[in-house]
């Protein structure tokens, strides 16, 4: 097992035990990610770093709940996470995990302001709490005159900025950021970037961020872990 550094309280946000996820038949599976273990201390900002391919978008998707594992052990904020009925898994990643994306998912009907609704609605949130504290999520990543501008009618950093306003606006404990600045200029990358920093450090989050930037990843964590066809390299 990779063991990372405990934090203060001797909290483990992420463990991985043996995780694999393979896709196929059992006679002849096809294996995203091969037997993973390792543990993400609370607090902690880690990166993955790998080639297209080597698993590490899949791991993100696990630990977000957002797929299942095939074998193996997996817990995140203390939950175990393929365990979870589907009920359970919502309010997960509406309340535990905030998740960014490279290509920002988006809802192209919803504005702004919406979008960013849309996590504090399966919390169980009511509306007039909802937009305010859209609004004021929107307002801190600079968005203020925009909230009621859908998708479509803002730039691709503005959209990453909606994509950051409404993974952060639960204030989740665990972030996770699949190539959040994949798709921007140097300047905006490094706007957007900050914002997240910004949450962790605010709130004494755990992030694991995934990229292929060297220089990004040694800027912005604490330990840089490395996997390569579906393996974590020691």
Known sequence: MTAA???????I????ADLTK????????????RGVSLDVATGERVALL???????????NLLGGLDHATSGGLHVG??????????????F????????????????SLSALQNVELPMIFAGRGPRERRAQAEAALRSVGLGERLNHRPTELSGGENQRVAVARALVNRPRIVLADEPTGNLDTDTAREVMGLILDHVETHGATLVLVTHDEELAAASTSRILRLRDGRLLP
């Open 78 to 91: 203390g939950l175990d996470v393929g365990r979870l009925s589907r009920r359970e898994l919502s309010r």
């Open 22 to 33: 393979s896709y196929g038949s059992a006679a002849s599976p096809v294996y995203a990610l």
């Open 13 to 16: 946000a992420v463990r991985t």
């Open 5 to 11: 550094p405990r934090s203060r309280n001797g909290e």
């Open 50 to 60: 790998g080639k297209s391919g080597s698993g590490k978008s899949t791991l993100l």
């Open 93 to 108: 990643r509406s309340a535990t995990v905030g998740m960014i994306f490279q290509s920002f998912n988006l809802i192209p």
